[in-house]
């Protein structure tokens, strides 16, 4: 079946816009992760969506980062007044929940965040 | 503060024979561990997991090792080939069905045909 796509899979942007970076997870998969993944580094944790609600943010730099996932399934990272140091690789990720088991995460190929 | 530490950015290996990728980590929550690959231009596939209540986990060619007492773990790639270039990525979570997923800086593994 198909794995988790994110679009785009590069963008270039200038300073101070706006960005919305688009993930589309493996379906059935009620759990979403954003990670950014910077130059040198392992990715790092954003945000997290169980259904359509988050259910942890603590990983979102500060408050210009926003995610949605209004229908449970697509969720969009929301990226205002852009700066450079934004400038990453964003990754999403997608798993099935079992309560009572650790679950893995399918990741996407990731969206290439330029800042200008 | 990192708290999963990959100490070798890259490691170059001959055909054939054994990869050994180092992790190491400080969080003594931690109590799930799995290894991710990844190529150029895709996300991280994952490899391999193992549970704190386990020491080893084999999987073909890979086997995982966890030295709880020492927060070391490592991963045994035999007989190495050249498809297993790529970067490798030592992961740790805490708690049954946690989601968030702490990442080391990765390690280049390169084998040499």
């Known amino acids: 079946g198909a794995g988790v796509s994110q679009t785009p899979s590069n963008k270039v942007t200038e300073k101070g816009k706006y960005v919305e970076l688009r993930c589309d997870p493996i379906?059935?998969?009620?759990?979403l992760y954003w990670y950014r993944q910077s130059l040198g580094q392992g990715p790092e944790f954003l945000i997290y969506f169980q259904g359509t609600g988050a259910a942890d943010d603590s990983g979102l730099p500060n408050d210009r980062f926003f995610a949605v996932r209004p229908e449970g399934s697509v969720s969009t990272l929301k990226i205002q007044r852009t700066e450079r140091g934004d400038s990453a690789m964003y990754l999403c990720a997608s798993s099935s929940t079992a309560a009572s088991s650790y679950n893995e995460q399918f990741f996407g190929p990731g969206t290439r965040l330029t800042v200008l | 503060d990192q708290q999963v530490k990959q100490n070798s950015p890259s490691l170059s290996v001959q055909e054939g024979r054994i990869s050994i990728l180092n992790c190491d980590y400080t969080?003594?929550?931690?109590?799930?561990f799995l290894w991710y690959k990844k190529y150029p231009a895709e996300g991280p596939t994952f490899l391999i997991s193992i549970s704190s209540i386990k020491d080893k986990n084999e999987d073909g060619r890979f086997t995982v090792f966890l030295n709880k007492s020492a927060k070391h773990l490592s991963l045994h790639i035999v007989p190495s080939q050249p498809g297993d270039s790529a970067v490798y990525f030592c992961?740790?979570?805490?708690?049954?069905?946690?989601?968030?997923?702490?990442f080391g800086k990765g390690t280049k593994l390169s084998v040499i045909p």
């Open positions: 969080n003594s929550m931690f109590d799930y």
């Open positions: 992961a740790a979570s805490s708690g049954a069905g946690s989601y968030q997923l702490t």
């Open positions: 379906s059935g998969h009620t759990a």
